[in-house]
C-alpha cells in the first residue's frame, strides 16, 4: 500500500506536469544550496523549480499523460516546471548554466513532445514573445503612423482642388449672369478710327433732316 506522503507527492508532481507549458529535466550535483537559491531566482515566480525523486516522477508523468524516457530520471534530478513563457525559462537554465557547470540540462518536454538539450538551447536563442510583442507593436505603430501620413497627403490633395474648382465655378457663374450685348450696342473705344466715329455722327443728322423735309411738304 502506497504511503499517504508518497501519494501526495505523485500527485502534485501530475499537477504540475499537467499545468506547464514545457519542462526542463535537469541534473543538480554539486550545486550549493546558494546556487540552487540564485537559480530559482533567476527562472523567477513563473517557473517552480523542484528536487524529486525519480520513480515518483516517472509515476505522476505517467498519470499526466507525459512520456519522459527513462534515461532523463537517472543521477540526482530537478525538474523545471515551466507555466511561463518557455523562451524566458530556456534563457535563464543557459545563462544559469554557464556560469554554473554542475547544473546539467538532461531534457524535456515541450508542446508534448519530448526535447534533447541542443533543442532546449536552440529555443533559448529565439526572441523572447515580449521581444516579439514589442516589435510587432512598433511595426503596427510604423504602418498606422504611414497610413496617417497617405490620409493626411490626401486631405490635402482634395482640399486643394476644391480649392481650385471654386473659382472656376465662380467664374462659369460671372459668365452667365453677364449681360450680352444687343445689336443697339455701340462700343467705341480708344483705339476706333475718325471714320467710323463720323459714320456714327452721320446717322443722327441724317435722321434730323428727313423729318425737317417731310414737315416742309405738309405746309
Known sequence: MAR?????????L????????ATVLTEYRGLSVTSMKE???????????????????????KDAGVEIADDLLVGPSAVAFIKGDPIDAAKSLRDFAK??????????????????????MQLANLESREVLLAKLAGAMKGSLAKAARIFDALRIKLEAEQGVSEPAANNAVAEVS?????????????????????????????????????TEEKE
Not at 4 to 12: G, H, L
Not at 193 to 203: G, H, I, R, Y
Request: no cysteine; net charge negative; aromatic share 4%.
Open 4 to 12: 499517504p506522503d508518497k501519494t501526495s507527492a505523485v500527485a502534485e
Open 178 to 214: 453677364a449681360p450680352a450685348a444687343t445689336a443697339d450696342s455701340v462700343v467705341v473705344t480708344e483705339e476706333a478710327t475718325p471714320e467710323v466715329v463720323a459714320e456714327v455722327a452721320e446717322v443722327p443728322a441724317a435722321e434730323a433732316t428727313e423729318a425737317s423735309t417731310e
Open 14 to 21: 501530475a499537477e504540475d506536469f499537467r499545468t506547464a507549458n
Open 99 to 120: 556560469e554554473n557547470p554542475f547544473l546539467v540540462i538532461k531534457g524535456g518536454i515541450y508542446e508534448g513532445k519530448s526535447v534533447t538539450p541542443a533543442e532546449i
Open 39 to 61: 537559480l530559482r531566482r533567476a527562472l523567477g515566480s513563473t517557473t517552480k523549480y523542484s528536487v524529486v525523486k525519480n520513480t515518483l516522477t516517472k509515476i505522476a508523468a
